[in-house]
């Protein structure tokens, strides 16, 4: 499965960013795609995830700012984050996990802290005050 995350880039504390992640590779699709960050000298932290039924999840210092969604005919990920604080500045990391039935297993729970089998190269997001 491959990965590539685009859109990044620097704005100022208030302003919106649209991420995008394109993968492929699958045989059956994903169950579940998210995005999680991580700033230097801190820990990876959970943004959100979507599921194969479209059912979505969101950390707490994003919510109501963020809003994930998916292209369904080709497995492209987003990432609108709207009102943006110099805190959400981050590497981006878009994450997938493919469908169970290409393993026969249970892929686990789907959610911005899943474990995420694939992920890209990232996105850097800059907010400046």
């Known amino acids: 499965v491959q990965v590539v995350e685009s859109g990044g880039g620097s704005v100022q504390a208030g302003g919106s960013l649209r991420l995008s992640c394109a993968t492929s590779g699958y045989i059956y699709g994903p169950d579940c795609m998210g995005w999680f960050r991580q700033a230097p000298g801190k820990e990876r932290e959970g943004v959100a995830s979507?599921?194969?039924?479209?059912?979505?999840s969101y950390g707490d210092s994003v919510k109501g700012r963020f809003t994930i969604s998916k292209d369904n005919a080709n497995n492209t990920l987003y990432l609108q984050m709207n009102s943006l604080k110099p805190d959400d500045t981050a590497m981006y990391y878009c994450g997938t996990i493919p469908s169970g039935r290409e393993s026969g297993t249970w892929v686990g729970f789907c959610g911005p802290y899943a474990d995420f089998r694939y992920w890209g190269q990232g996105t850097q997001v800059t907010v400046s005050t």
């Open positions: 979507i599921d194969d039924h479209g059912s979505t």
